[in-house]
């Protein structure tokens, strides 16, 4: 994404943890956005947010490309 700052929501690290530390998922549905940087001492303009997609199974999905501005 082009970014350093990456931040995580936290419903993706409920999600990662939810069958302990021994029953971590192999695969995840991960939503990777580019959003603005607000805060004012931000050293980039940018940060990648990444974030839990729920899909019924996880096999078979292909990396899929959304431009959010004409949603």
């Keep these: 994404m082009g970014t ?7 419903k993706l690290n ?3 943890w939810s069958r302990g530390v021994q029953g971590v998922e192999n ?3 991960l ?13 980039e303009k940018l940060f ?11 096999k078979g999905l292909q990396t899929v490309v959304v ?3 004409e949603a």
Aim: proline share 5%.
């Design 67 to 69: 431009d959010e501005d």
């Design 4 to 10: 350093t700052d990456v931040r995580l929501d936290p």
């Design 31 to 43: 939503r990777i956005s580019r959003k603005r940087n607000d805060e004012e001492e931000a050293k």
């Design 48 to 58: 990648a947010f990444v974030e839990f997609v729920s899909v019924p199974t996880a």
């Design 14 to 16: 409920v999600q990662l």
């Design 27 to 29: 695969r995840l549905r």
